[in-house]
């Protein structure tokens, strides 16, 4: 199994500009999830999925961030327009159901500068 | 709100020797999972051991294992014959039984010694 796969890997942007996060889950696994890890508040949870379904986005700035998923393989978290403060790494996980581990990939590191 | 406490921001050992990560958490839920992660400086999460609630029984993943308290709501995580390669972030995480969040420790950073 490839794992969980994100793309890009590292992403530098300015202020303004629009950055689109991609990933690509486990196959088979029904949960996705999108984190965000910075050096002042941790890992934190931004939105998940269940089915493609957006099942709890408490944790996303939602004035400028998106999360879709159009189908059980792919899903994208959109930051418009970015921030300074959005730099951080930004992950994706996937699980097989509620009780299961989450997997996480290898996350994106972005700067705005 | 659960949460998970890491009060050790940093641990040393020595190659071969067995060390000890701490971490507590606090919830009113009877049913639930706890989790170490690695987290190297790749800064891939790696699933390190998994425990359930219900089960008396502490987890054991070759070099890994822990001593679940439920009672005292700990959950530490030993690494015996500890190797260069164990040199990484270490994250303690709490799932509830009919949730999906993860809910994590601050972390610990172990430094592995030659």
């Known amino acids: 199994d490839a794992g969980v796969i994100q793309s890009p890997r590292h992403e530098v942007t300015e202020m303004g500009q629009e950055v689109t996060l991609r990933c690509k889950p486990i196959?088979?696994?029904?949960?996705l999830f999108w984190y965000r890890q910075t050096m002042m508040q941790g890992l934190e949870l931004l939105v998940y999925?269940?089915?493609?379904?957006?099942?709890?986005d408490s944790g996303m700035p939602k004035d400028r961030f998106s999360a879709k998923m159009p189908n059980a393989s792919f899903s994208t978290l959109k930051i418009q327009p970015s921030e300074p403060r959005d730099s951080a790494v930004y992950f994706c996980?996937?699980?097989?159901?509620?009780?299961?581990?989450?997997?996480f990939g290898p996350g994106t590191r972005l700067t705005v500068t | 709100a659960q949460t998970v406490t890491q009060s050790q921001p940093e641990m040393s050992v020595q190659e071969a020797e067995t060390v000890t990560l701490s971490c507590t958490y606090d919830?009113?839920?009877?049913?639930?999972?706890l989790f170490w992660y690695k987290q190297p400086p790749s800064r891939q999460m790696i699933l390190v051991i998994r425990?359930?609630?219900?089960?008396?029984q502490n987890a054991t993943e070759n070099r890994f294992s822990v001593n679940f308290q439920k009672a005292a709501k700990s959950f530490s995580l030993k690494i015996s014959d500890s190797q260069l390669g164990d040199a990484a972030m270490y994250f303690c995480?709490?799932?509830?039984?009919?949730?999906?969040?993860?809910?994590f420790g601050a972390g610990t950073i172990l430094r592995v010694k030659s």
């Open positions: 995480a709490y799932l509830m039984e009919y949730g999906n969040k993860l809910v």
């Open positions: 999925f269940n089915n493609k379904a957006v099942m709890d």
């Open positions: 996980a996937s699980s097989l159901s509620v009780r299961y581990e989450q997997y």
């Open positions: 425990q359930e609630a219900y089960k008396q």
């Open positions: 196959s088979g696994h029904d949960y």
């Open positions: 919830t009113s839920e009877s049913d639930y999972y």
